[in-house]
């Protein structure tokens, strides 16, 4: 199975701010990587897919980059609907993996 | 509106057997592949299975193998997953999701699932 690693695992940021998390897979996956983020108590929302397409309704300040095995997730300009937990998924080969998360908290 | 709303979990002892559903509406059912994904209390979303638009392909992660079967019904909108020999570590929530290509367009609100003595 392929292996996701997201780093960091968990990091404190405040509105305003630039983020990036980072995905790296333990084989080359193409472009075959999605991100996600999650509420608590809520299901995840699918944010970005092959690697770089925004998915209908979520907003420009989100952007994907990558291909092969590194990606990265950037928000641009935090905002307070922003804090929540994120993931990176593969569906390059089965079975589908996800990252462990990277929460994202208010600091 | 797209809506995926899933039912039948609840609390089982281990080794005993459970099937939640996922009732989906607001798209072409029949024209989606279905997963389930889980999340045991406090970790990571775990990919489990997932079943082409016709039922004729599927696909598992090793840990449920033999034990998990996904199913659909395109009559009634329907996607199932029967789940036998349960074990401690399939704790979790199951979320069911709609896809077309390997990523999640769609999910359900999520059921509980608990097995314990």
């Known amino acids: 199975a392929i292996r996701m690693t997201q780093s960091p695992s968990s990091f404190s940021a405040s509105t305003g701010d630039r983020v990036t998390i980072t995905c790296r897979a333990s084989?080359?996956?193409?472009?075959?990587l999605a991100w996600y983020q999650q509420k608590p108590g809520k299901a995840p929302k699918l944010l970005i897919y092959?690697?770089?397409t925004l998915q209908s309704g979520v907003p420009s300040r989100f952007s994907g980059s990558g291909s092969g095995t590194d990606f990265t997730l950037t928000i641009s300009c935090l905002q307070s609907e922003d804090f929540a937990t994120y993931y990176c998924?593969?569906?390059?080969?089965?079975?589908?993996?996800f990252g462990q998360g990277t929460r994202l908290e208010i600091k | 509106e797209v809506q995926l709303v899933e039912s039948g979990g609840g609390l089982v002892q281990p080794g005993g057997s459970l099937r939640l559903s996922c009732a989906a509406s607001g798209f072409t059912f029949s024209s989606y592949w279905m997963s389930w994904v889980r999340q045991a209390p406090g970790k990571g979303l775990e990919w489990v299975a997932n079943i082409k638009q016709d039922g004729s392909e599927k696909y598992y992660v090793d840990s449920v193998k033999g034990r998990f079967t996904i199913s659909r019904d395109n009559a009634k909108n329907s996607l199932y997953l029967q789940m036998n020999s349960l074990r401690a570590e399939d704790t979790a929530v199951y979320y069911c999701a709609s896809h077309q290509s390997d990523y999640f367009d769609y999910w359900g609100q999520g059921t509980l699932v608990t097995v314990s003595s």
């Open positions: 084989q080359g996956i193409s472009s075959y």
């Open positions: 998924q593969q569906y390059y080969s089965y079975p589908i993996t």
């Open positions: 092959a690697a770089s």
